[in-house]
């Protein structure tokens, strides 16, 4: 558990990368592993992750995060294992095991930051045994990643998967159980897609909360981002975190 900066949310900049080096916390940096209009062996992809690493290197965090570290598809909105938005076989990876590709590329990524870091990304919060598609479609298999990775968030906002609050920690045992790595569930603490009015109330949060934090959680993360930020929502989350420190 860590406690919240006071810059907790925002872009990193050099103060706010200052600011937190002064509370020795632990940083993490973000990056979009695959830009979704292209293809992840489209070599382009390539060049376009080795240029992130290297600028996320020059901040020098702890852990630099993978989002979409996989092929393209709305996991969101899935229903009935129906994968809207996925990526079509193309002239890179049409014939290609996707899940091999995807292994080859996190190899590269451990062996480019060396010991410097540590590595970890973004999990589709569902099983591939009852979501076949996470596999099939996108690639993401978690137990071959996590042999690689360091560390897994599973992005487990369980009322936009109609999920109950309980599915949190199934699921952090699921995969801990699955990779032997440390997991950090990231939680919604408000209603998504942001189109939805929000109705999420701060009692369920708390129970939300409660539940990402059960062995064998590593800790508590949680979604929110610049022009978005949860207004009164942010200060639920500070006080969780604060109660536990
Ligand atoms: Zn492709």
């Known amino acids: ?28 940096l973000s990056v979009g592993a695959f830009d979704v209009n ?62 091999k590709e995807l292994i080859k590329l996190a190899s590269w990524l451990k062996s480019r930051v060396k010991e410097r870091t ?10 591939a045994e009852e979501v076949p598609p996470v596999i099939e479609k996108m690639g993401q298999d978690c137990q071959q990643l996590g042999e690689i990775f360091d560390i897994v968030c599973p992005m487990l906002y369980h009322r936009m998967i109609e999920k109950p609050d309980s599915y949190i920690t199934e699921f952090v045992s699921f995969l801990n159980r699955s990779t032997s790595k440390p997991i950090l569930p990231i939680i919604q603490i ?10 999420y109330k701060k009692s369920e949060i708390e129970q939300a909360f409660q539940w990402a934090s ?32």
Do not use: Y
């Open 190 to 199: 408000k209603d998504l897609p942001d189109d939805l009015p929000d109705e």
């Open 1 to 28: 558990m860590a406690k919240v900066p006071p810059n907790a949310g925002k872009s990193w900049t050099p103060s706010a990368v200052k600011e937190l080096k002064t509370l020795e916390l632990r940083m993490g």
């Open 38 to 99: 292209l293809c992840p062996l489209d070599p382009v992809s390539k060049k376009r992750l080795e240029k992130l690493i290297s600028q996320a290197l020059e901040w020098q965090p702890q852990t630099i995060w993978f989002d979409h570290f996989r092929f393209n598809g709305h996991w969101e909105a899935m229903r009935k294992n129906n994968l809207e938005g996925e990526h079509l076989p193309c002239k890179w990876c049409r014939g290609k095991n996707k899940v």
């Open 214 to 245: 059960k062995s064998p959680s590593a800790g508590v993360a949680w979604f929110c981002w610049d022009d978005a930020v949860e207004t009164g929502k942010t200060k639920i989350i500070k006080k969780l975190f604060n109660d536990v420190i």
């Open 118 to 127: 540590e590595i970890g990304f973004f999990a589709v919060p569902f099983k």
